[in-house]
Nanobody, 122 residues
């Protein structure tokens, strides 16, 4: 079992930045690829970014490429999502997930956090 807890969400103006964190406990964090997903009200959950267990490769949705950066610190059991140039369309509940990189890129996670809300005002 892996327990995931997100933090760092909040209210920010358009053009601003936030950094989300997801801290894992339980099984070995470095066994898993990690990803961020988001879900806005009335919309389906969507993939945002993923990172391999080693951090050697990262993947992004087109909508966030160039603005968001995913990274991880295996010593701290934490994955981060640095978000810059935020837009009102980025408003959503952001979730982290752990699984294989293949499953994550297919939108599937073995373990999920509870989410952290990001609201971007215009």
């Amino acid at each position: 079992q892996v327990q995931l807890e997100e933090s760092g969400g909040g209210l920010v103006q358009a053009g601003g930045s936030l950094r989300l964190s997801c801290t894992a406990s339980g099984r070995t964090f470095s066994d898993y690829a990690m990803a961020w997903f988001r879900q806005a009200p009335g919309k389906e959950r969507e993939f945002v970014a993923a990172i391999r267990w080693s951090g050697s490769s990262t993947y992004y949705a087109d909508s966030v490429k160039g603005r968001f950066t995913i990274s991880r610190d295996n010593a701290q059991n934490t994955v981060y999502l640095q978000m810059t140039s935020l837009k009102p369309t980025d408003t959503a509940n952001y979730y982290c997930a752990a699984a294989s990189i293949l499953r994550l890129r297919l939108g599937k996670g073995d373990y999920w956090g509870q989410g952290t809300q990001v609201t971007v005002s215009s």
